[in-house]
């Protein structure tokens, strides 16, 4: 397992690496499959274009979430004081403050 876990480390040396692959068959096997894939410009293209599609969909869901977080804090401004409202929101207090300076 220890070495599976050095070897999936993203700055693993070039001497680790040839350590590790002759201390274990599998890990050889999957650096050469590694350098295959990696080699091969579709593959590539596909993996980048998941990882755009990934991040963009985690860029989606955060501001989904601050946006409803923004709502509640509206909601609440009436009852709660900025403090009581950052900490339930997670929304930072300069925030709050300023959503309470567009009410007034």
Known sequence: MERWLMFLEKDISETTLKELMSLDTAIEKA???IEYLSS???????YYDRERSLHERA?????????KALE?????LDVLDNETIALKTGLDID?????????C
């Open 59 to 67: 860029n989606m869901i955060s501001s989904a979430e601050e946006r």
């Open 95 to 103: 925030k709050i403050n300023s959503l309470r300076n567009k009410n």
């Open 31 to 33: 650096e050469q499959k």
């Open 72 to 76: 509640i804090a509206r909601n609440l």
């Open 40 to 46: 091969d410009e579709e593959t590539m293209r596909i």
